[in-house]
């Protein structure tokens, strides 16, 4: 038995053929180098142009306070009850519809927040929150 022949048919290949293989990788090569440019043709669009500024319109937020007497207070300024109907409806009429963010004394009768959300409700008042102060630890 000598080595590097290849007489013996019970003899295993230790070798790969790299031939094949360089074969196959210089036609996929060329296949590459010839398709690359055929894929950049671009088609040219008249896209339309936007403006970059922002357009921050934030509505303003109302702050309807109850006070432990059950007295309303529209941003800090006390309101009568007949008031609080007609100015809900003037500020549900402007757009964009401001918030709504009543706060609630705890010491107040439910009753009269109640009255409240439903007096902004019939106002046509969409986005109403209510305000509360966490619970200290």
Do not use: C
């Not at 941003?75 to 009850?81: P, R, S």
Request: proline share 7%; charged share 25%; glycine share 4%.
């Amino acid at each position: 038995m000598a080595f590097g022949t290849q007489d013996e048919p019970d003899e295993v290949m230790n070798e790969i053929n790299m031939t094949p293989l360089v074969d196959v990788m210089l036609v996929l090569l060329i296949i590459f180098i010839i398709t690359i440019p055929v894929m950049k043709h671009a088609v040219n669009i008249d896209l339309p142009r936007a403006t970059n500024q922002v357009q921050d319109v934030k509505p303003e937020t109302i702050r309807l306070s109850v006070n432990a007497q059950g007295e309303y207070y529209w941003n800090e300024n006390k309101v009568a009850d007949a008031d609080l109907v007609p100015m809900l409806q003037a500020e549900a009429a402007k757009e964009p519809q401001p918030e709504l963010h009543i706060r609630g004394d705890k010491e107040v009768r439910y009753e009269r927040v109640a009255q409240a959300m439903a007096a902004a409700q019939q106002a046509g008042v969409k986005k109403i929150g209510f305000i509360t102060e966490p619970k200290a630890p």
